[in-house]
C-alpha cells in the first residue's frame, strides 16, 4: 500500500518536563494514525465492533526513538503495512516533524482482529480483508 | 467526616514542557482519590457496577490552581465531605506537598449516582448512603 | 469576539473502561483548542515564551458535564471571550457534537499571563492585547 | 539484581472504552517502576538532573501485550536488568496481576544516560554505575 500520513499537532498535554513528548504518547499518535487509516478505507471502528463483531487489539510495538518532538511542534505519522494476514495487521509507523525527513521515531505494531464478545482471535471481516489486500 | 488523604508521586507522565504538572492531571489526582476513599469504606467501584447497578459519575467540577506542582513531589490529596444526597455527594479535594501547608490546588466535585444501564440518577445503595452518613 | 471553533475527533486514549470520554480529558480539549485560538490571531505560545517573555498559566476552570461523548466522537470546542484584563483572560468553552446542539460540556477557564521566567503576574503584550481587544 | 517490584492500581484514567487498559499507559507503569527502582537504590531523578547534569532517556521499547488488565486491577512491574553499560541500561519490565504468576504484559526499555543541557550521551555517574553494578 501507499504510505498513509496523518497530521498531529503538539500539545502541553504530550510533553513532559525533559521538553520533549514523553515517550508514552508517541504510541497514542500511532493508534490515532491507524484509526484514521482504517476510516480512510472506509471502515470505522464502532461500527466494526457493533456491527460486525469484531475489535483490532494491539499485540506487540517495537518503537526507538531517534530525536525528541517537541510543543507546538507540526508532526506526521506514517504508516505503511508490512504483512496482512487473516486475522493480523504488521504495520511500520514512522513519525518525522512535517517538511523535514528525520525520523523522531519509528515504531511497528502487530495488530490482531479479535471476536467482540470472546476477545478470541477472529478472521477480519472479508471485506475489510479484501480493501486492504487492493490497496496499492 | 474526617478527611481522607490519599499520597501521590508526580512522575514525568503528570508534567508538561512548562515545568510543572499538567493543569488537566489534578483532576485524574482526585478521581483516583475518591476511588482509595470508596475503597476505604468498604466499597469497590466494579462491585457497585456489577454487583448493585450504580455507577457514579462527575457532574461538575471546580478548581483553582494556585501554586504548581513538579516533578517528584509527594503531594497528598485530601478529600472532605461537604454534603450527602440520596444520588449525590459534594465533595471538597485539595493537595498539598507532604509535610507542607500551602494548598497547590483545590477543587469541588458533584457526583452523582447512576443507574449504571440507564445512566439515569439513582440513589445510591442504602448501605452506602449509611456509611458515609456515619463517617464521623 | 466571534466564537472560535476547533474539531476534536474522539480517539481510544480519550476514552475510559465506562465507555465515554474520561471527565479530565475534556481539559485537554479545552487546552487545545486556547491554543489554536491564540494561533488563529497571530500568536504562537513557544514563540511567546522565548521572545516576549511570557507564558500562559490556568488559574481556575469550572467545568459542568451534561453529556458523554463517546469513542469516534467528532466533537467542536467553541471558544468565547468572556473578559479580557490586561493580564488575564476569561474563556467560556462549550464542547458539543459536531452537527448537534447539545452542549456536552461547558466550562470556563481563567488565564494568567506570567513572566516566563519569575512566573509572576505580568501584562500581556500589548501587540496581543491590542489584537485580542480588536476581535469583532 | 533481585527483580524490583512496584505495585500499580489501575483507575478510570487508565482504561479505554474497550473496557481494559490502554495500551500506551504500560509504558507510564513501567517508567513509574523505573523511577522507583532509581529511588530504592538511593537516587532521584530531579538530583541527578540537577546535581550531576545527567538525565535518563528511553531509546527504545519493545512490548508484547498477552492479556489485558482492567480497571480495579492490582498489577506488580517486576524490573530485572538485563545489561548494564556506562551509559546505558537495558531492562526487562514485566507486569502481572498481584498474587498471579500470568505475566500480562512484558516490555524491554534501553536506557540512555545523557548530558542534560547537551542531550548527548554521557556516563552515569560513577557512583550510580557502581551501586547498580554491586546489586545482587
Redesign the interface.
Known sequence: MAPFTFPV?I???D??????V????Y??FM??AR?EWLRSIGF???ALIEELGV?F?????????NA?A???DQLEVVTTLLKQGRASLHLLQEIHRKGEETVLCAGTAKIASLHAES?RPTPMPETLFQVIKNLS
Open positions: 499537532r500539545y502541553y498535554e510533553t513532559d518536563s525533559g521538553g520533549v514523553y515517550y508514552a504518547n504510541l497514542k493508534e490515532r484509526t470505522e471502528q464502532d475489535i487489539a494491539v499485540r506487540s510495538v517495537t518503537i526507538d526513538y525528541p517537541r510543543f507546538n476477545f
